[in-house]
């Protein structure tokens, strides 16, 4: 398995701007109201890859997730990626990085 998939700030608002299809989910703890985040779905990290995995997405459905640095993101991905989830995408410098 290799390690989750980094994207950064500029290439997180070409997706959204171009109106890519993918999944988004915030793991904060803190709200953020930054414009970047709106359409993602909050979820808190313990229980972020049971609720994704229950969602039924396919294995290579495309998955952005972001929290406050990247750290638990980085987490919920590599697990995600051992539940052969294909496409998971982790916002490098997490929420701190949209400022």
């Known amino acids: 398995m290799s390690d989750p998939l980094m994207i950064g700030r500029y290439q997180l608002e070409n997706l ?3 109106g890519v299809l993918f999944h988004f989910f915030n ?16 979820l808190e990290a313990s229980a972020a890859v049971e609720h ?3 969602l039924g997405l396919s ?30 995408y982790v916002v490098e410098g997490g929420t701190v990085s949209l400022v």
């Open 52 to 54: 994704i995995s229950h």
């Open 59 to 88: 294995k290579d459905a495309p998955i952005v997730l972001i929290c406050e640095n990247g750290a638990k993101s980085m987490e919920v991905a590599r697990v995600l990626g051992e539940n052969l989830f294909l496409n998971v």
């Open 16 to 18: 959204l701007k171009n």
């Open 27 to 42: 793991l904060s703890v803190q709200s953020s109201a930054h414009s970047l985040l709106h359409g993602s779905v909050k």
